[in-house]
C-alpha cells in the first residue's frame, strides 16, 4: 500500500558506511518545498526524506486532522513504509512542534533533533480563538489575502524576491480546508516544555535574528532547557532562515548532522558551546 503522504525521499543508493537519514518537517501553511535547498545539499550523501503534512501540498486534505499528534503518526506510518528506523528530524515553526510531538511519541527513533524558528509552549486561551478566527477566515476567503499580509514576516521585507515568490507560492497554493483543520488541531496542541528537558539526543536549535513569530528569546529558552544543545542565530533572516539563508542554515545544519553521525546510538553528552550566540 501507498503510504498516505506525498514525499520526497532522495539521497544516494548504495552507501558502505550509510549516515545517519534526515527528516525534514515544513511549517504553516507550506508544504515539502520550502525544504528545496536542504534536499539539494544534503541528499548527495544521506538519505533526505520531506513529507507534505496531510491537508498540505500534494498530500489528501481528507479525513482532515482533528488531532495534532496526527502529524506525527502520519509521520511515523510514513517511515515505517519506507523502511527509516531511525534517523534526524528537523522541523521549522509548526514543523518543529510536530518534531517535539514525534520525540514526545516515538524517542527511540529519534537521533537528533533540529527545531527551527519554533517554540514548545502550549496555546493561550487568546491564541486559542485567533487560531479558530484564522481557520474560519480562510474557509470564508482563501489563502491570497492572509499570504499577502504575512508574506514579510514570514520571509525579511528585505528578502531575495525569488524566496518571496516562493515562499507566497506555497502559501497561496495550500488547500484553506487542511489549513484550517490545521490551525484549529495546533491551537489545542500539548505543552511541549516539560518534553524538553527530557530530551536525550543532541539538538540544534536555529532561529532568524528578524524572527517576529518566533524570537530569539524563544530560540535561547529551549536552548537553556535541552540538556544537550547547540544555538544557531541566524542574521538577516526572519521566520524562515533555511529559505532566507540556506547557506548559513546549511553549514549549521551540516556540522551538526556530522556530530550525529559520528556519535553511537544513545551517547549523551551536554555540548560545550564553541562560541558565543550573536548579540541582538
Known amino acids: ?45 544521506r538519505r533526505v526524506i520531506a513529507p507534505d503534512l496531510r491537508g498540505y501540498g500534494a498530500s489528501p486534505t481528507t479525513p482532515a486532522v482533528t488531532d495534532f ?91 531575495p524576491a525569488e524566496v518571496k515568490a516562493h515562499v507566497h507560492r506555497m502559501m497561496t497554493a495550500t488547500s484553506p480546508e487542511g489549513a484550517a483543520a490545521a490551525l484549529r488541531a495546533r491551537a489545542r496542541r500539548p505543552d511541549y516544555a516539560a518534553l524538553l528537558a527530557r530530551v536525550t539526543v543532541p539538538a540544534l536549535v536555529v532561529v532568524g535574528t528578524d524572527d517576529t513569530y518566533t524570537p530569539v528569546s524563544d530560540a ?16 538577516g533572516a526572519a521566520h524562515m532562515p533555511n529559505l532566507e539563508r540556506p547557506a548559513e542554515f546549511d553549514r549549521a545544519l551540516g556540522e551538526f548532522l556530522a556530530r550525529v553521525d559520528a556519535a553511537r546510538p544513545g551517547d549523551v553528552g551536554r555540548q560545550q558551546p564553541s562560541a558565543a550566540p550573536p548579540r541582538l
Open 1 to 45: 500500500m501507498a503510504p498516505f503522504l506525498a514525499y520526497e525521499d532522495k539521497g544516494p543508493v548504495t552507501s558502505r558506511q550509510p549516515l545517519v537519514p534526515l527528516v525534514l518537517v515544513h511549517g504553516h501553511p507550506f508544504d515539502r518545498t520550502m525544504w528545496a535547498p536542504q534536499l539539494g545539499t544534503f541528499s548527495a550523501a
Open 69 to 159: 499528534s496526527r502529524f506525527a503518526r502520519d509521520i511515523e506510518a510514513l517511515l515505517d513504509e519506507l523502511g527509516v528506523e531511525s534517523f534526524v528530524l528537523a522541523g521549522l515553526s509548526m514543523g518543529g512542534q510536530i518534531a517535539m510531538d514525534c520525540y514526545r511519541l516515538f524517542p527511540g527513533r529519534v537521533r537528533g533533533l533540529v527545531l527551527a524558528d519554533t517554540f514548545p509552549a502550549a496555546e493561550t486561551p487568546e491564541g486559542v480563538r485567533t487560531r479558530d478566527a484564522m481557520a474560519d477566515r480562510l474557509l470564508r476567503e482563501g489563502m491570497r489575502g492572509y499570504a499577502d499580509e504575512v508574506l514579510e514576516r514570514m520571509v525579511a521585507p528585505y528578502a
Open 220 to 235: 535561547r529558552a529551549m536552548h537553556a532547557a535541552l540538556p544537550d544543545s547547540a544555538l544557531h542565530v541566524i542574521e
